[in-house]
């Protein structure tokens, strides 16, 4: 189940936590975004040792320039503090690939 982030500090906390999490940040009105969603929650079914989040970049743009979101939809792997890998654009199977290397 995909969780989504309402605050700087939950994220911040989350990402601190040392947990394996993937994080989807997007623009809840964006077409590629809502596309996304689905198939990104379908992922999060799947490898239950990771956590998956979503972080509106217009509710949370803080947090999308702390870590340098350029283009949406944008995918992070998190390991403890550090971005182990990332994915920019609504391809599933480079997604897929990204959470099978991460897990």
């Known amino acids: ?54 972080v509106d970049i217009d509710l949370l743009p803080e947090v999308a320039r702390g870590a340098g979101i350029e283009a949406i939809p944008t995918v992070m792997a998190y390991e403890g503090k550090r971005v182990v890998h990332w994915h920019v654009g609504g391809a599933v199977d480079d997604l897929q690939y990204l959470i099978e290397r991460f897990d």
């Open 1 to 54: 189940m995909v969780r989504d982030i309402k605050s700087t500090t939950e994220f911040q906390t989350l990402i601190a936590s040392g947990r394996k999490v993937v994080v989807h940040f997007q623009k809840s009105l964006a077409e590629p975004c809502l596309r996304f969603v689905p198939k990104f929650e379908a992922f999060s079914q799947d490898h239950e040792g990771i956590e998956f989040v979503a």
